[in-house]
């Protein structure tokens, strides 16, 4: 979220999705009964640290801090909501002003807060205690949102052994405090929503996205038989493929593969962010695979498909569409199609929040294919349309530079200095035989660094020494 986007939301005034509260120094008491009632309808932006006209009032920045840990430790408290939900407040900067937004989805659950179920409409949170209507809440949810389906019989020991120690250093390595560490097995399920318990017939147990996020293939297989996504390479051989990935593991695992198949076959030119070298591709397709991943509708047998182009990629996958036609950027609302696999893959720092990824495709591409504009169709089938550089075009890569961004890959250095070597053979490749020190400067970093990167390139045969005293260009 951006200042200017904030500011955007503070101009439009509270409505059936947004909300402004004040909160200097603590927590409104009522902040869980306006999550609840998000949660519970559509979903809506929640700001801390804003008057009732939109005033950026600010927070007290001493306080930040605290108000930001304390916000995610009682949204995964379920005295404060039940099923517990958790959510990480963002701050963001509106002039001198400092405040907390957060984004609330839409949930395939009903929720309470203090034991009461809330609704949300334009005026605001009010309390639901109608049973009829509360049945309704939990018939409607159930219809539409197919991960929440409860397999009575899916037990612990069929979740793949050691995937949640995994997901536990994914989590630790993006937040030490975070509230999952401290949870057993079964008690971090039960707070991602990955466990629950259906109010109509008092069945328990764990759920379809449970399934799909741990599974062993042999019971995803069970409780989803056509599930698959399959990725392409389509270059030369347009019938057929000139590489393939058949995926029908769990999505922890499948997003690394898929990421995997991206670095194998996509360039990532050089780009600095600021002084930073960051990755143009990876800022983008993670959020390409984490959408195929966490909004396609697995009820639907038609597979995912994932198909690399010589000048795009193209994804389609099975959606439960709540609109029809392109999605215009720069007035996108997100709506979760699972939000439960989309909270997850949140936790594990594998998308930014709710909606970040047709925002940073739309983003990244100027730089990364100039003049290219991604689509996305919102359809019975979404379609993703994603221009790439053409290989061996000016600011491409050939096949051959591709290839050794791949064996890179295949050195198993830390993702630092894996990342670091392939932007040394992307500024080698579009700068032409360089010294050490010239390459320094480009990346930046420290020579001794780069000298030392140099030398295991050349070992590995991928750079050589070039006409010229110090001079190193690709092999």
Same mark, same amino acid.
């Given at each position: ?117 809330f @609704?949300?409409?334009?005026?605001? @949170? ?58 057993? !097995? ?10 629950q318990?259906?109010p ?59 990421m ?16 930073v ?38 994804? !389609? ?18 709506f ?9 893959f949140?936790?594990?720092?594998r ?51 591709? @290839? ?21 053979v ?50």
């Amino acid at each position: 979220m951006t200042s200017e986007q904030l500011e955007g939301l503070l101009r439009q005034g509270e409505g059936i999705n947004i909300e402004y509260k004040q909160a200097r120094n603590a927590l409104p008491k009522d902040v869980f009964e306006s999550v609840c009632a998000f949660l519970n309808r559509h979903g809506g932006h929640l700001i801390l640290g804003a008057g009732n006209d939109g005033t950026p009032l600010g927070v007290d920045e001493a306080a930040a801090d605290q108000l930001q840990r304390d916000f995610v430790t009682l949204s995964n408290n379920p005295t404060k909501l039940q099923p517990p939900f958790l959510l990480e407040l963002t701050p963001v900067r509106v002039g001198a002003a400092l405040l907390l937004h957060v984004y609330v989805p839409q949930s395939s659950q009903v929720h309470r807060s203090g034991g009461v179920v809330f @609704d949300r409409g334009h005026e605001g @949170d009010f309390r639901v205690t109608d049973e009829g209507r509360i049945s309704q809440f939990y018939a409607r949810k159930s219809s539409y949102y197919s991960e929440g389906r409860i397999f009575p019989y899916l037990r612990l020991e069929d979740f793949k052994p050691g995937l949640l120690d995994k997901v536990r250093a994914l989590v630790r390595s993006r937040r030490a405090d975070h509230p999952w560490l401290l949870l057993s !097995d079964e008690e971090l399920l039960k707070s991602a929503g990955l466990y629950q318990t259906d109010p109509l017939t008092g069945v328990q147990g764990y759920t379809q996205a449970a399934a799909l996020l741990l599974g062993r293939d042999e019971i995803i297989l069970s409780v989803l038989p056509a599930y698959r996504i399959d990725a392409l390479v389509r270059r030369h051989d347009m019938d057929r493929y000139d590489d393939r990935l058949d995926l029908r593991t769990n999505l922890v695992e499948a997003y690394e593969q898929l990421m995997d198949f991206v670095a194998k076959h996509l360039p990532d030119p050089f780009y600095l962010e600021g002084t930073v070298r960051v990755s143009l591709r990876d800022k983008i397709f993670r959020e390409v695979v984490a959408n195929l991943l966490v909004h396609r509708e697995y009820l639907n047998g038609r597979p995912a498909r994932f198909i690399i182009y010589a000048d795009r990629v193209e994804v !389609d996958n099975a959606n439960h569409p709540v609109g029809h036609g392109p999605l215009d950027p720069r007035g996108f609302q997100p709506f979760p199609k699972n939000p439960t696999l989309a909270k997850f893959f949140v936790q594990l720092g594998r998308v930014e929040e709710l909606g970040s990824g047709v925002r940073n495709v739309t983003r990244y591409l100027q730089a990364y294919r100039p003049g290219g504009k991604a689509e996305f169709i919102e359809e019975d089938v979404f379609r993703t349309v994603v221009p790439v550089p053409v290989s061996g075009a000016a600011g491409g890569m050939s096949p051959n530079h591709m @290839d050794i961004q791949a064996r890179i890959a295949g050195l198993r250095l830390m993702p630092k200095a894996t990342a670091r070597l392939q932007a040394i053979v992307q500024t080698l490749v579009a700068k032409g035989p360089l010294t050490t020190g010239q390459v320094a400067e480009q990346l930046p970093a420290p020579v001794r660094t780069v000298r030392r990167d140099f030398q295991m390139l050349v070992a590995a045969g991928i750079i050589e020494a070039a006409p010229g005293v110090g001079f190193y260009q690709v092999s």
